[in-house]
């Protein structure tokens, strides 16, 4: 661990950042634990993948023929973030915890995946507005 403050975060707070700010919010969580336990290799490929993995899905959302439940996608890729988190982390945040350490808040989990969500929700519909020409 860098340091005695350090924060890690668990596989069900990387899913509820999945659910609310999609996949690079919790990408962006999972990175906070690499860094914690000191591979930010790591920590900058997971973030990489989110930022695909977001704009796989918004591409995809347009071949999502109609009537296609529209929880069925968010509830898919938050589940599998979160086995994925419990397979890398979900042991290592476990002993971090029982030997002391701290998980991140549930509040700042939220409050920073609700961020993401808006950031991505400009990203996109300003990229939406540019290629229709509108301004």
């Given at each position: 661990m860098e340091s005695a403050t350090q924060k890690l975060y668990?596989?069900?707070q990387i899913c509820l950042a999945s659910v609310?700010?999609?996949p690079l919010a919790a990408c962006w969580f999972f990175?906070?634990?690499y860094r914690?336990?000191?591979k930010p290799g790591s920590a900058t490929k997971c973030l990489v993948w989110g930022s695909v993995g977001t704009v796989a899905l918004f591409v995809a959302a347009f071949f999502v023929p109609k009537g296609f439940p529209h929880m069925v996608i968010p509830l898919g890729y938050s589940i599998g973030l979160r086995e994925v988190a419990k397979q890398i982390h979900g042991n290592t945040v476990t002993e971090y915890v029982a030997a002391g350490g701290r998980l991140g808040s549930w509040w700042a989990v939220a409050g920073i995946s609700f961020l993401f969500l808006i950031g991505i929700?400009?990203?996109f519909?300003?990229?939406f507005?540019?290629?229709?020409?509108?301004?």
């Open positions: 668990s596989p069900q609310i700010g999609g990175a906070r634990n914690g336990l000191g929700f400009v990203v519909f300003g990229c507005l540019s290629l229709t020409g509108q301004t």
